[in-house]
């Protein structure tokens, strides 16, 4: 049996330990301890080595977009439409699609992923209390697949009851009012469950209150999970998909101002995922419902499904790291740094 780190080190994730380790190994022949010493010394070299190719899916512009904002207006409105509707909501029109689609989730490791829009995780639907949501739904795949919100919605809207698959080729319209405010999620839920979520047919559906919260730079962190071997673990874990991504490319933010992150857990396999930041600690707003809370912490564990709107400010500049506090997780990807200006 080849474990998941064997796995993950021929892949080239963690070449930089395993490199140095080969190399220390080879200079060190006789003097197992210095050899021993130096490998524990390179296990700071914690990374990948290579890069991403981000030009179909940038990990950094998805994390502040959504409703298809990183589209050209034109373009945009193929996906997206609003329109004013009486007492001052919005309808919020969509159209998704799902495709079969390999995605590079780390240098050279590709998985053959299930998608919404072509994209893990899928695009990020937003809208306010009391907006018209109204998605039509394409299945362009080749398995039965749906959309299961989560949110207050009629039965027949649920997407997970008998009959409720959306076979290949065919198409739904989902449709519902946007409440409770929250942080909410949206995902396939056709039969093998686990399967369809992990191959990637999951997004993030934030209900924002009226009125809104007060203003902040705002991003979306989807914690996920890729069992590249499909034995039932995952080999690779990031933040929006690309391992280690924000380790090369630092998050950039300004000191004292508010930042606001929308995390959601969409992990499969593990029960648990989590998120620490160092240096700092930050306000939790699980599920985003409340507006207000007396949760304070630096690390926060979300289960399957869980998520939770976290606040904070950066003091000083400089670089702040965060990442999985199941270490391993961190290692296999799901680590990276905040640059505050
Ligand atoms: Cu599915």
């Given at each position: 049996m080849v474990s998941r780190r064997h796995l993950l080190e021929l892949a080239g994730l963690g070449s930089a330990l395993g490199g140095l380790a080969a190399l220390t190994a080879g200079r060190a022949e006789g003097t197992g301890e210095l050899a021993d010493r130096l490998q524990n010394h390179a296990g700071h070299l914690m990374g990948v080595v290579g890069r991403v190719d981000t030009r179909h899916f940038d990990p950094a512009a998805f994390l502040r977009s959504w409703n298809f904002s990183l589209l050209p207006e034109a373009e945009r409105a193929r996906w997206y439409r609003e329109s004013p509707r009486p007492g001052g909501t919005l309808l919020r029109e969509y159209d998704l699609y799902a495709v079969d689609r390999e995605i590079e989730i780390a240098p050279g490791v590709f998985f053959p992923a299930w998608t919404f829009a072509g994209q893990v995780p899928g695009p990020t639907l937003r809208a306010s209390e009391g907006d018209r949501v109204r998605i039509r739904f394409v299945n362009q795949g080749s398995h039965p697949h749906t959309m299961h919100f989560h949110g207050w919605h009629p039965p027949e809207m649920d997407g997970s009851l008998p009959g409720q698959q959306v076979m290949p080729g065919d198409e739904f319209l989902y449709e519902f009012d946007a409440e409770p405010f929250g942080l909410h999620l949206y995902h396939c839920h056709a039969v093998p469950l686990k399967r369809h979520i992990h191959k990637g047919l999951y997004g993030t559906f934030i209900v924002d209150p009226r009125p809104a919260r007060p203003p902040a730079d705002e991003m979306v962190m989807v914690m996920n999970g890729f069992d590249t071997n499909f034995?039932?673990?995952?080999?690779v874990y990031a933040v929006n998909s690309v391992a280690h991504h924000h380790m090369h490319e630092p998050i950039r933010v300004r000191v004292g101002e508010l930042v606001r992150i929308y995390l959601v857990n969409l992990t499969e396999f593990d029960p648990l995922n989590s998120f620490h930041l160092h240096g700092m600690f930050f306000e939790v707003y699980r599920t985003?419902?409340?507006?207000?809370?007396?949760e304070v912490t630096d690390t926060i564990m979300l289960c399957q499904g869980e998520r939770a709107i976290l606040e904070t400010r950066f003091r000083y500049p400089g670089r702040y790291m965060f990442h999985a506090h199941q270490s391993e997780f961190a290692e296999l990807g799901w680590m990276g740094l905040f640059e505050a200006v």
């Open positions: 034995d039932g673990d995952n080999e985003g419902t409340r507006l207000t809370t007396e």
